[in-house]
């Protein structure tokens, strides 16, 4: 007797399985089993995935938008600027109460594992302690890592760098940083050897918001594959948006990207706000800001899709669903291609588990038992829909349900129902 069987889906290579779940594990994975369990989902004709992963977002701030109001010029500057007056407005129990809601809609989503940044300027570190109780709440279905972030700067902010080494004390999982953001370029290359050295003295990960910027001479990136090689990072450091490299010189970037790749760097763009923010002081042609995400992958780079921001001071919409930033990468880095459009799937699930080095993920046998059953026949349908996740199971329990997102028409002479669904 299985816990929980998961019949007649389709995976996302396309085979047809049945999955069986025994606890909190994947006890068995075969085109059919025929066994009893507990609970019975039936799948049949839908797309059978493991769930989402959101490798970059900033759970501090998300819900906020409007507080203390809005960013007016839509620039990442007025953001940066806004969110430092409310992360000293807000308290610990205002922004726990606004992560847990915003947890809520992404399990509702099939997104089951977030990488989130953690300011660290303040002195008195209320998002850290607001941050670390909520992973401990929602541990139970949904897997959220910490990244040590000083917004203001590791130099720039007068207590930056003793603030990240006091947040990774309490429990941070990851080292961050902002070396475009410090005062100069210098400064911006000594603080990326700076954290690339903490992350190699404690063991942890290094993530970095790097080169978020159209200056084409933002090459923090290099010494960040540097660092990276030199001190054997390499698989657990990652460069997030790399949106100046979208500006830079083509020759130049023949150098860089093998490099990247040589040292074991991956790559985050964060479509959604890359299109929004970037490109903001052009006239025409706008810059898009996206970074070279083929050009990446064809040199065997892992990069992945963030979602970076929620209805916050950098971003006024958004609603957990990855599927939402797939389907802006595919459209800016005109991933059009088929094998492109289903490797943009991949990306939001599989490549950024393997970037944020999540354990026991996937639907083979022994896996944790996390999954999501979308009304979609496959990867590419799932993108260009964005629809309905049947169900979300997190660690062997169904924790959301929702309906199909189905219409019904009264046109006369035309049928009654209408899915959007390319086989009907
Ligand atoms: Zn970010």
Redesign the pocket.
Known sequence: MFDLLVKGGTLPDGRMADIAVSGDRIAEVAPKIDAEAREVIDATGDLVAPPFVDP?F?MDATLSYGLPRVNASGTLLEGISLWGELRDLATVDEMVERALRYCDWAVSMGLLAVRS?VDTTPDHLNTVTAMLEVREKVKPYLDLQLVAFPQDGLYRAPTGRDNVIRALDMGVDVVGGIPHFERTMQDGAASVRDLCEIAAERGLPIDL?CDETDDPHSRHVETLAYEVQRLGLGGRATG??LTSMHSMDNYYVSKLLPLIAEAGVAAIP?PL?NIVLQGRHDTFPKRRGLTRVKEMQALGIDVGWGQ??VLDPWYSLGTADMLDVAFMGLHVAQMTHPDEMARCFTMVTETNAKIIGLDGYGLAKGCTASLVVLDAADPTEAVRLRPSRLAVVSKGKVVSRSARGDGSLTIPGRPEAVRRRRGG
Request: with cysteine.
């Open positions: 970059h900033h940044h918001h997030s948006h964060n706000i970076d921001c």
